[in-house]
């Protein structure tokens, strides 16, 4: 069982008021949480005590929430606290995570939920920005977008094609063959190349090593830059990549760049790749990741770049949920 908190304002102390606004936040909380008359058990109101015309729970079962418990409540009057509010919790027998809905004046009760959040999330490979942004979108309950999943399927489309990706005139002649789109599934991110999942077959070696080198043409990131500012807009998410700061969402409110040395980003690499099935020598990482740095430091088009507003957080000592922890605390100060 879990419980779906919420609350909307009214503009009037009247019945036709109430039931209205009760049935828009009940029916914007069910369709949000995919709730139905058997997964409610109980939903429980109370409201501010300038409310007194109709009972919120009375409104509920008015206007179809009948099948489950209710239950009203006045609550104490407090200075300078919100005012015409109705607050509810819905307990249901839902197994995600529930998702909070604030409506109307009470947004401002939770501007962690109900105000789009952009992170921007920079660094040198290996520094464990994917990670961290999915425990940070975990969290926050927002959507996460892998950027370098993006340029993975660039590159894979370039040597499905047999093209050359060091060949910028070459990989600009098929850049509009290449349609990349991604999709959330199981509240992960699915990365599709012409319709097809290519999720997996994007994480090797490789291709890792390829998508820096594409990466680098001005064809590629007008292409990609232009479809993560269009999901950024639509919706809450974290980006992380080498340019979200600088280049693709340089007005984002919260940005954090992540530094390591290149021994422990090779290690981090060296990990992953082993529970991925790839087995390098430690020698071998290292010497990519340092060949990964030199590329993204010095390509023309949006080189790897800490934005001047950006927070740096060096984790060569932190693990990533440390990391994390610090992320979300800066922006829980300033929402």
């Known amino acids: 069982m879990k419980a779906i908190r919420g609350a909307i304002t009214v503009k009037t102390d009247t019945a036709e008021e109430i039931k209205e606004n009760v049935k828009l936040l009940l029916t914007e909380i069910a369709a949000n949480n995919g709730l139905s008359e058997r997964n409610i058990i109980c939903i429980m109101f109370s409201n501010t005590s300038d409310i007194h015309s109709y009972y919120p729970a009375k409104a509920a079962r008015e206007v179809g929430f009948f099948n489950c418990a209710l239950f009203s409540s006045l609550e104490p009057e407090i200075d300078d606290s919100l005012r015409n509010c109705i607050r509810v919790m819905v307990l249901a027998d839902i197994e995600d995570n529930p998702r909070h809905i604030y409506l109307k004046g009470a947004a401002k009760l939770r501007k962690d939920i109900t105000k789009k959040l952009n ?23 927002i959507l996460y977008l892998d950027t370098g999943a993006m340029y993975r399927a660039c590159a894979l489309a370039c040597v499905n094609l047999g093209v050359d ?37 994007i994480r090797t070696p490789e291709i ?4 820096s080198v594409v990466a680098a043409h001005g064809c590629i990131r007008t292409k990609m830059v232009e479809l993560q500012r269009k999901i950024a807009q639509e919706n809450s998410c974290v980006l992380d990549g080498r340019d979200i700061g600088t280049n693709v969402l340089p007005h984002a409110e919260f940005k954090f760049f992540l530094t390591a040395s290149p021994e422990v980003r ?20 290292l010497k990519e990741i340092k060949t990964r740095d030199e590329q993204d430091i010095n390509r023309k088009i949006a080189p790897l770049l800490k934005a001047e507003d950006a927070i ?18 800066e922006i829980q100060g300033k929402i």
């Open 119 to 141: 992170i921007a999330i920079d660094g040198p490979a290996g520094s464990g920005k994917s990670t961290v942004s999915k425990i940070i979108s975990k969290r926050f309950d």
């Open 266 to 285: 090779a290690k981090r690499r060296l990990s992953e790749n082993r529970l991925k099935g790839f087995d390098q020598p430690f020698e071998d990482v």
């Open 312 to 329: 740096e957080i060096n984790s060569d000592k932190l693990s990533e949920e440390e990391v994390a922890n610090t992320i979300c605390a």
């Open 165 to 201: 990706c060091g060949n910028e005139a070459a990989v600009e002649a098929i850049v509009n063959s290449i349609d990349i789109s991604v999709k959330y599934e199981n509240k992960a991110q699915r990365t599709y190349l012409n319709d097809k999942d290519v999720s997996d077959s």
């Open 208 to 211: 890792s090593m390829l998508a």
